[in-house]
C-alpha cells in the first residue's frame, strides 16, 4: 500500500525527466544523498520518508567520513542492506578507505579528506566486534558503482558522482562514477536521466540554492544532483522519489 505523503515539496523542472507510465512494481523510487556520518540527520529524513517493501530505495554512496556519525551510520547501512529492495552504491569516499587499507592510496590523502571521523568509528566497532571492521571491507568492496533500470520510456542511471556522455552507459569509468564534477554536469547531454551525488548544491552558486540546500534538475540537462551537503552547516540529507519529483529532507541538527 503507498504511504501518505507528508511532504509538500516538489524539485523545480523535475517534470521533464519524470517517466510517463510507471510499469515497475515499485510505488515509489527513491534516491538518498550522501550522508557522511550523519546519523542524526539520517534517521530524521528516514522518519519522514516512511519507507515500505513497496518502495524501491536506491543510496548514492559516501556513507562514511567528515560527520560524528560513522560508526552508528555503518551499523544501521549494514542492517538495512539485507533488503531486498534497497540498492546500495559504492562512493568515492568508501573507494578512498577500500583503497587506504589495501595499499592502493596513501593514509594521508584520505585523512586530508575526512577519513580520521571514520577510522574513529570503525575503531568503535571494533571495540564491540574485532570482526566488524572486514565485514565493512567486505561490504564495500562488493558495492555497485551503478544502478540503472527502465521505466515507462525512461532510462534512470544511478551514480555517486557523474558520467562521460562520450561512452555508453554500461561502458562507464570508475574516475567518472566516483570522481566527476564539472565534467558531468556541465557537459553531458544524454537521453538517460542521471541521479547522482557527490557535489554539494551549495557549494556552487549557479546552482542557486546556497542559502537553502535542495536536490537540484539541472535546467535543459536529464540531470538529478541530490547531495546537500550533509555534513556542512546547515546542509542536509535529501531524497527524492523519482516517479513524482517530490523531496524530503532531513532536520538541520
Known amino acids: 500500500m503507498k504511504t501518505i505523503s507528508n511532504s509538500q515539496n516538489f524539485v523545480e523542472g523535475m517534470e521533464s525527466i519524470i517517466p510517463t507510465v510507471n510499469n515497475s512494481s ?30 524501491l530505495v536506491i ?88 544502478y540503472s533500470i527502465e521505466i515507462g520510456e525512461r532510462t534512470l542511471f544511478f551514480c555517486h558522482a557523474g558520467v562521460n556522455s562520450r561512452k555508453p552507459l554500461d561502458e562507464q569509468s570508475e574516475d567518472f562514477l566516483l570522481w566527476a564534477r564539472e565534467k558531468f554536469f556541465d557537459t553531458y547531454n544524454g537521453e538517460a536521466v542521471i541521479i547522482s551525488g557527490h557535489s554539494p548544491v551549495q557549494a556552487f552558486e549557479k546552482f542557486g540554492v546556497v542559502d537553502n540546500p535542495r536536490p537540484v534538475k539541472l535546467p ?3 540531470i538529478l544532483l541530490m547531495d546537500t551537503g550533509s ?20 532536520d538541520v541538527s
Open 231 to 250: 555534513f556542512m552547516r546547515s546542509g542536509k540529507i535529501s531524497a527524492v522519489d523519482i516517479l513524482t519529483g517530490e523531496y524530503w529532507q532531513s
Open 26 to 55: 515499485a510505488d515509489r523510487v527513491i534516491a538518498i544523498g550522501d550522508i557522511h556520518g550523519c546519523f542524526d540527520k539520517l534517521i530524521s529524513l528516514w522518519k519522514k520518508l516512511e519507507v515500505t517493501d513497496n518502495d
Open 220 to 222: 535543459g540537462r536529464n
Open 59 to 146: 543510496f548514492l554512496g559516501d556513507y562514511i567520513d567528515r560527520g560524528a556519525q560513522v560508526a552508528e551510520t555503518l551499523k544501521w547501512i549494514l542492517e538495512q542492506s539485507k533488503k531486498e529492495n534497497f540498492i546500495f552504491l559504492r562512493g568515492n569516499h568508501e573507494q578512498m578507505m577500500l583503497d587506504t587499507f589495501q595499499g592502493r592510496m596513501d593514509k594521508l590523502t584520505w585523512l586530508f579528506n575526512g577519513g580520521q571521523a571514520t577510522i574513529r568509528g570503525l575503531s568503535k566497532l571494533k571495540s564491540e566486534d574485532a570482526t566488524y571492521i572486514d565485514k565493512v571491507l567486505n561490504f564495500v568492496e562488493n558495492l555497485p558503482l551503478s
